[in-house]
């Protein structure tokens, strides 16, 4: 009996033990539940009071299913400008927050980029540096990115799109569908490839994409799960199962790769070439330059940044003219009419071009490359006129700025009248209103794209030579390919099935 009562007590022990365990852990959860509500810092931000209570619902709507992008339209709509969407994280619109978030704030501390949007080795590169070390970098790449580096380029870059127009001739001719999400990433990533390395993927030669861009498509998902259980710890041993492998080899193996190419194209030095490489190791001097590893970097960052969001502009157009015939008509009448012959269309005659400029500012509004403008950190500072504390991310997701009726007229449809100047006889006063200090596609302040020049004398190009060539149409079921669409940084588009019939005159040989 006495051990029967001994195993009874301890029953009971171990029982209560559990009990106060599980008591202690709801109350302690309960507990942060009730702070972040009513007594943390942000707590008189509005926002879903779901979303104010834990990180799980942005998290998992962000990063593992993709739809949050777009579902800050609503969100702003609903609780205005500035929208709580985390416990520690706030939405602001672009109309605020380009001018006080990422604006240059000269003698005041500076809203620093946070380190997981990259997935990079901790502070390196020039994406995620700080303030310093990002204006070393950015000094010695600004080179790369000139005017006077545009122009020796562009050889290069026209080469790729007389190549790219001779591929898209033989599938025209030849009465194929063409899927235009593809054939757009071959071009840019050739480019950039060309352009950074010294050594283009091939893609448009081989109609296909190299295993070191189809490896990057492959885990930039698996990247976002990544960043997903990094938020918390408890679920890291969940990587085993919710992390595929191979994916983890791949991104070693792409990793290595880039390696091998930046390695490669060192080797040549400064005087072989006139690509990014060239300007950045002839400027490379007096320990005020960059170093081997962040070389490294900055090289395999440039390739995703100067190919995916260019190549998605570019699909974006292509889309919205086949669903906006007048559009369409309008711009394809003035870049056929604005030249006798082909050899014309260059970078230095396209920007003349005001209607085609004005259709990829409205392509780059109502569908923004980037789908989420990679969070900052508040110093501890005041937006309109509200302090948020140090340590709050502040996220600005383009979609929701650019889609608000509080910033532009109509703003689900196309219109690229918005952007043309006043004596241009398209112009219409109704979009005056527009506000266009909210449009920053390419982010705004000391750090907005190095290489935006570079992607707007690529998309001119491309535009006015595929125009010119050929009639486009879009093949049926594919109304639905923006509304479809997900994003993990960016946007998983899918294929953009086009047909497109020769125009009556020589195309141009490869």
Known sequence: MPALKDAVTSNLTLGSAILFLVTAGVVYRVGIVIYRLFFHPLASFPGPKLYAASHLPFLTQNMLLGTFTKDTVKLHEKYGPIVRISPNRLAVDGSLAWSEVFSRRPHQPEYEKTIEAYGLPGRMGIFPAYRDDHRRQ????AH????????????????????????????????????????????????????????????????????????????????????????????????????????????????????????????????????????????????????????????????????????????????????????????TEEIRNAFTSEEEIDMKSTARLQYLHA???????????????????????????????????????QWATHHSPRNFTDPDAFKPQRFLPEAHPLHEARY????????????????????????????????????????????????????????????DKGPLLVRLRPREHKLVDA
Not at 371 to 394: C, H, L, M, N, W
């Open 138 to 141: 950015r000094r010695l790449m």
């Open 144 to 331: 790369a990115f000139s005017e006077g580096a545009l122009t020796e380029q562009e050889g290069f870059i026209k080469h790729y799109v007389d190549l790219l127009i001779a591929r898209l001739g033989e599938q025209a001719r030849a009465g194929n569908v063409l899927d235009m999400t593809r054939w757009f990433n071959y071009f840019t990533f050739d480019v950039i490839g060309e352009l950074a390395f010294g050594d283009p993927f091939y893609s448009l030669e081989k109609s296909n994409y190299h295993p070191w861009v189809a490896m990057l498509f492959q885990t930039i998902k698996a990247g976002a799960k990544l960043n997903f259980l990094s938020q918390y710890p408890v679920l890291r041993p969940l990587l085993f199962f919710m992390i595929d492998k191979k994916d983890i080899e791949k991104k070693i193996e792409s990793d290595n790769l880039a390696r091998e190419k930046t390695d490669k194209r060192l080797a040549l030095g400064s005087d072989t070439r006139k690509d990014f490489m060239t300007y950045i190791l002839r400027n490379n001097k007096d320990g005020k330059g960059m170093n081997h590893e962040e070389i490294h970097v900055n090289a395999r960052a440039l390739i995703i940044a100067g190919s995916e969001t260019t190549a998605t502009a570019l699909c974006g157009l292509t889309f919205h003219l086949t669903r906006t015939p007048e559009v369409y008509r309008i711009l």
């Open 359 to 397: 259709c990829l500012e409205e392509t780059l509004r109502i569908y923004p490359p980037a789908a989420e403008t990679p969070p900052r950190i508040s110093p501890g500072d005041y937006i309109d006129g509200r302090f948020v504390p140090k340590g709050t991310y502040i996220s600005v997701y």
């Open 432 to 491: 005056a209103s527009d506000n266009k200090a909210s449009f920053r596609p390419f982010a705004a302040g000391p750090r907005d794209c190095i290489g935006k020049n570079l992607a707007y004398a690529e998309m001119r190009l491309v535009v006015a030579r595929f125009l010119w060539n050929f009639d486009v149409a879009l093949e049926p079921g594919q109304d639905d390919w923006v509304a479809g669409q997900r994003a993990f940084n960016v946007y």
